[in-house]
């Protein structure tokens, strides 16, 4: 496998649901995002990881969770949920440099929350 | 994070290059310019950054006006695999995070 692999594609989930998005990166990078997209919005930056530690919380709620195990694997966990939190999210990565590194992206995980 | 703003659609016949442009007045010494682009259904993919010099490569040209307060991302023969939002993006050295606006969304008509 190579670049920015993400699962689940699709996941539908109540609001009193627990789930984790995974992401996991094979390039070798040592940085790790994960962003949201919502209908029609531009994308959100929410968590971003370097060298294993959270170096960046956009205030993002406390029901996502992020948790960033070594520098290829990067989750978010998800609990109670709201339907507002329907969205496109999108983990990424990238080799930290100064200022013209490239994000590497997944495909996506598509959440649906009811 | 320094602003960009980009028409929020555009559209170019296929086969016919393509001019996107971006105002980026706030712009810093420091600053690179960055464009991603979103195809339907899948994440923002790399296109071209520079900071100072014009830019080519296999996807695309990117020129950067003389005072760096504008740039143009020109695709030279647009295909319909080029139908995508293109953002715009500013990024300094001190390692600031990769910030999205609403981009322009392109239409290539066969």
């Known amino acids: 496998e190579t670049g920015v692999t993400q699962t689940p594609r699709h996941l539908v989930m109540g609001m009193t649901n627990k789930k984790s998005l995974k992401c996991e990166q094979h390039l070798g990078h040592n940085a790790m995002y994960w962003y949201k997209q919502s209908a029609k919005k531009p994308l959100e930056l929410m968590f971003v990881?370097?060298?294993?530690?959270?170096?960046e919380n956009n205030s993002v709620p406390s029901r996502f969770s992020p948790e960033c195990p070594n520098s290829s694997h990067l989750f978010l966990h998800l609990h109670t949920l709201q339907p507002e939190d329907s969205a496109l999210y999108l983990c990424?990565?990238?080799?930290?440099?100064?200022?013209?590194?490239?994000?590497?992206f997944g495909s996506g995980t598509q959440l649906s929350v009811l | 994070d320094a602003k960009t703003t980009q028409p929020n659609s555009m559209e170019s016949n296929e086969e016919e290059p393509v001019h996107l442009p971006c105002n980026h007045s706030?712009?810093?010494?420091?600053?690179?310019i960055h464009w991603y682009r979103q195809l339907p259904s899948q994440g923002p993919e790399y296109v071209i950054h520079g900071l100072t010099s014009n830019v080519n490569n296999r996807m695309a040209s990117l020129a950067i006006a003389e005072d760096r307060k504008s740039s143009t991302l020109i695709l030279h023969r647009a295909t319909l695999r080029d139908a995508a939002v293109y953002y715009c993006i500013l990024r300094d050295d001190t390692g600031n995070q990769f910030y999205f606006g609403t981009g322009t969304s392109l239409t290539v008509i066969p």
């Open positions: 990881y370097s060298l294993e530690e959270r170096v």
């Open positions: 706030t712009i810093s010494g420091t600053d690179y």
């Open positions: 990424a990565s990238s080799q930290v440099s100064r200022g013209y590194e490239k994000l590497f």
